[in-house]
């Protein structure tokens, strides 16, 4: 017996209720926000365990000196830092002390600093004056290699010195020392600094006396000030 056909079946598909929606849309606004969310770093605790005994550098009269507590500030990594600073900038500072006590005493290079202007005639000059007789294109030469020596004492002789490594230098060539005890390496160490600290003050001195006439007594009247 042949049955009757059937009716095709028909389906209904029903538009998405409001909740749904909601629901698709904070989905993904939580996808989207996932993706530029930060990811969690582990925590890195700021407490020192590193003191002024810990990196040498104290010496009589006045053993870390510190008035300020500077030492405690921040973490590990900023007290090597701040040792790091006050080392180049007393090595800068000796350097400065140096070139401007032998231009004051009249000493020089031969021969032309630029077309028009010799290295003689700046010695008679003041160091701040000489300074800004230079020529724009020799101040930026000068700026330029302090720039660069910068760059390679700070990200290019391995271990950074505020991870654990050594403190920068810049001697050429390098000096070695390892024939020499560590006693005898912790001295001049501190030799170094002490002198680099007494050179800091020194150029302050030659440039407060030059600027500020009689801030510094001892060089009161010098022509060279």
Not at 130 to 147: D, E, H, M, R, S
Not at 155 to 181: E, L, N, R, W
Request: aromatic fraction near 8%.
């Amino acid at each position: 017996q042949l049955r009757s056909p059937q009716p095709p079946l028909t389906f209904t598909v029903s538009p998405p209720s409001t909740k749904m929606k909601t629901a698709a849309i904070c989905l993904t606004l939580v996808g989207a926000a996932a993706a530029f969310a930060p990811i969690p770093t582990k925590s890195v605790s700021t407490q020192l365990s590193l003191g002024l005994d810990d990196i040498g550098g104290s010496s009589a009269p006045l053993p870390n000196f510190d008035p300020l507590n500077l030492a405690n500030i921040g973490s590990d990594e900023t007290l090597l830092w701040m040792r790091g600073a006050e080392l180049k900038h007393g090595r800068v500072a000796m350097i400065a002390t140096t070139g401007y006590l032998f231009n004051a005493a009249g000493f020089h290079f031969p021969g032309m600093l630029s077309s028009d202007i010799s290295f003689e005639s700046l010695s008679t000059m003041t160091p701040p004056d000489a300074w800004a007789a230079v020529p724009v294109a020799g101040k930026a030469q000068i700026l330029t290699t302090i720039f660069i020596a910068e760059l390679v004492t700070e990200g290019y002789q391995g271990t950074h010195y505020m991870k654990g490594g050594d403190y920068p230098t810049m001697v050429f060539p390098p000096i070695d020392f390892s024939g020499v005890s560590e006693a005898t390496m912790a001295k001049k160490r501190t030799s170094e600094l002490n002198n680099g600290r007494l050179a800091q003050i020194a150029i302050m001195s030659f440039i407060s006396a030059h600027y500020i006439p009689g801030s510094v007594p001892a060089l009161a009247n010098n022509h060279a000030f």
